[in-house]
């Protein structure tokens, strides 16, 4: 079978009238992995009693499973204990369930930037008049910041690609169309082809956007 370039542009059209459908779960789940993430990294930073054994074993469980597992747990499983999650739809399970994953791994990058702040700071803050909200708000997350930014960027990367996931649940997003593509005309080498230039093409972009907001960020403190 030739490869044909009339079937390279099908696929490429096919996905991207899903790649919204992709970027659209990709922010959903990084603005809630976000702020799940920064809740535990600032528990564990000033040892709120009561949340770091749960934090433990949170981290663990979600970074110790395959993602694959974990969305036909939540999506197939959960719902036969919890019949009121039958009328979830695949792209919510995919969110809540990629969310929780990626936050394990984002908290741990969000931990280690607050730790990069001197703590020396955080006393002169609080000698100085400052309420906790303010201290964390005006004196910790400013620079924690800056050391975060590079490592949210590259969680931001493994999320999209990991959104290649959310098929198996019934998601049509940009692998999905062409697995669909691919399984209705035999066309496997373009369809996948497609594929992996869709997604590097994305990548390459959305490093250098990334990579242009870094350094504007880092000017900002300069």
Do not use: H
Request: glycine share 6%.
């Amino acid at each position: 079978m030739r490869i044909s370039l009339e079937g390279t542009l099908k696929v490429l059209d096919a996905m991207a009238k899903a790649l919204p459908v992709t970027m659209a779960l990709a922010v959903s789940v990084l603005a809630i992995s976000l702020l799940i993430a920064v809740a535990m990294a600032l528990c564990e930073y000033f040892e709120v009693k009561g949340t770091l054994r749960f934090i433990k074993v949170y981290t663990s469980f979600f970074r110790g499973t395959p993602l694959v597992a974990q969305l036909f747990f939540f999506y197939f499983g959960l719902p036969n204990i919890f019949p009121a999650l039958i009328n979830m739809t695949g792209f919510s399970s995919a969110i809540i369930t990629m969310s929780l994953n990626n936050s394990a791994y984002i908290k741990e990058a969000i931990r280690g930037a607050l730790l990069s702040v001197d703590k020396g700071q955080l006393e002169a803050g609080r000698s100085v008049g400052y309420t906790e909200k303010q201290v964390i708000t005006l004196i910790v997350f400013p620079q924690a910041a800056r050391v975060a930014i590079p490592a949210l960027a590259n969680s931001f990367i493994d999320i999209i690609k990991g959104s290649s996931l959310a098929f198996t649940v019934g998601v049509i997003e940009i692998t999905a169309a062409a697995q669909l593509y691919s399984a209705s005309t035999l066309r496997f080498f373009e369809g996948y082809c497609g594929l992996i230039a869709m997604y590097w093409f994305l990548i390459v972009i959305l490093e250098n956007i990334l990579k242009i907001a870094e350094k504007r960020m880092n000017r900002s403190f300069e």
